[in-house]
């Protein structure tokens, strides 16, 4: 899905020994892009006064979900509907379980109990909306294989994520954390302005190598398997899934490693509502999206599940998430890759 944006036949046509320089230079951009981009973020956060978190929540997110909003309309373009919707639906599943879940068995996360009780309830809310909807389509077309979901929701979806980022900017200038410049010190407006761009464009630049080497990667490790016989169905959700929520991956552990944890949730949660409001509302805006009756009876339930396992997280007492809640989340994946490939042999 996500190496969809570079032609497949650029990965055919290159030999083995190519195609493993490739994976190795695609790792080297991952690294080195995460890197750049978190500590931009971390910088950013603090040059305009905003929490760690709301960054991760918008400009961050924005960024790691742009690849799939790309694909996904890509792909409603080419009339692959249930490719565009489960490369969103997916992408949650895998951001909260399998993301989220490891990162949480790394490191104790830190919950911003202002943010959870705000972006956490719209994160939840977009998966329930979604559930909702696609209900109501159900039973307004009779058959459970004729849901289509109109023009006019992706419309409605993309109205909403203005009203989403409308009102992260307005809960940001709440926020308890929020201070007038970096740690205090009184500078001249153009400066701050001056290195609020600057870091700005540090952060765009890291995301484009995530990007740009999450499609190299998926395109080359692909290709591989291929050549080494492995099924369709394993690489569609090892490969090809994990690689559409890359960006992510490669972000929130840059983010544990470098000490700003803040910025792994609030992407985790931003991108759980983008996939939503920004994939799916692009692509059904695009062309009308065909659902699958396996979103009803396995893929949906399974998001849905993740999320309110999520949810009950945020609730337990503490200043942080604890170790042994990643523990559930990461089974959950595991059973979700397991019945996926099993689903996909039969």
Known sequence: MLADLIPHTF??????????????????MLVFGADRAVSAAARLAAVVGLSK????????????????????????????GGLALGNAVGSIICDTALIFGLSCVL???????FILRRHGWLQFGAGALLTALLLALWAMAGNINDVVIPRVVGLGFLALLGGYLYLSVRWSRRH???VPLEAGVTVKRNH??????????????????????????????????????VPEAVIAVTVVAVGTSLPELVTAIASIVKGHSELLVGNIIGADILNVLFVIGASAAAVPLKV???????????????LLMFRFF?????????RWQGVPLLAAYVFFVVVTVLKLRG
């Open 11 to 28: 990965f055919v046509e290159r030999a083995d020994v190519t195609l493993w320089l490739m994976v190795v230079g695609a790792m080297v």
């Open 53 to 80: 978190v709301i960054i991760g929540a918008t400009v961050v997110s924005l960024g790691t979900t742009s690849p799939e909003a790309a694909v996904s309309v890509n792909a409603a373009f080419k009339g692959d």
């Open 107 to 113: 490191t104790r996360l830190p919950k911003d109990r």
């Open 176 to 178: 308890p954390d929020l």
């Open 192 to 229: 701050v302005v001056r290195r609020a761009v600057v870091n700005l464009l540090v952060l765009a630049a890291g995301l484009a190598l995530i990007v740009f080497g999450s499609e190299v990667l998926v395109g080359s490790a692909r290709t591989i398997c291929h050549r080494y016989g």
């Open 292 to 306: 699958d009756p396996l979103f009803y009876t396995f893929l949906i339930p399974v998001m849905m599940g993740v």
């Open 314 to 322: 945020i609730f337990v007492p503490g200043d942080s998430f604890r």
